[in-house]
């Protein structure tokens, strides 16, 4: 349907990586990176070269969502992945509340699900669907997705929870541009890869006060086994000594630190609106398109970050990507694999420029429409 189909050189974008992560890293950092010659690669995480990228990082991450004082910003190895488990392990008293909506926070409940010695209650809707978190009252920790990268659904709102009780954000995915005041959460966790353009394997852990007493009190109830790679104390104390608990990747950390700087001269609020106009734009196409339609139908839920738009089934999505993605123009708009929908998800983050996206939106329709 596609094989002849030829990108308009007018049309090319100038970054052909719209994919949802790992996302798109600026050539520039990574020329910066090569500056940095023989003095950063290959030093010790113990060392001045990495702790200070590493307390930019974090100063950075506290001006950027304009944290109060008694937030920590805490890294660690293993991505959003491996907190899953480690909030499991070290920070649900008895009962987790999990409020799922697609493939990433029901792997989430699983962690919970999975650990015998607490339970976990999952509150769900169907794909597609957004859903808000609320309080319940049997449980200490309430778990929430900010953006459902699977399924391209936001959250519209932030639970209110009492005193007894943590609310914790995977904000894997949307943390940096979807709507949110990081101060009202306990645990907001990121992974560099997506709207932080570096790579993968690490995560970012902004804790509240009250997050950090509750781990130190599980910690100090030595009838719990928590394997000590996922030592909540020791992540806390080595990121307040600006390092990681084992050696990280020094190239991701420095694409973090490029980035966290790029955002901070934006600012959140500058950040959060070309994210909402981006999203306009193609939600606007979406439903412009008769052979094209928004795959979240409550427009509250849709994601600033994660564009997920069905196609008619007569258009071989597939095959167009494919022939998009030969010609080098289009990488990475396929639908999540599990979610299996004739469908593109497109990444809105920072890095992915609204000229870019626009130009997308001009190169997927004339294809389509040069078919019909
Ligand atoms: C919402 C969400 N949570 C968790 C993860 C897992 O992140 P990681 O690969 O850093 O473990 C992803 C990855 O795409 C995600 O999108």
Redesign the pocket.
Known sequence: MFESYNVPENLRPSDPRFGC?PSLIPTSFVASLLETGQEFLGTSHRKPAVKNVVKEVQEGLANFFQLDDDYEVVLGNG????LFDMIGLGAVNKKAGHFTCGE?SEKWYKSSAAIPWIEAEQFSVDYGKGIEGEDKSDCDLIAV?L???STGVQLAGIPKIDNETLLCV?A??GGGQCPIDVNSTDMFFL?P?KIFASE?GLFINIMSKKARERVLKIEGDKSRYVPPIMNWKTAITNSEKNQTYNTPALATLFFLNEQVKLMNKEGYASIQKQAREKADLIYGWAEKCEYLSPYITESSHRSVAVATIDVDDKVDVGGLLKRLADQKAVYNIDSYRKLGRNQFRIGMFHNIKREDLEKLTQILSGAIESTL
């Open positions: 992560g991505g959003a992945t491996f990433f997705t953006n459902e990268t995977d894997t995915s992974s890869q993968g």
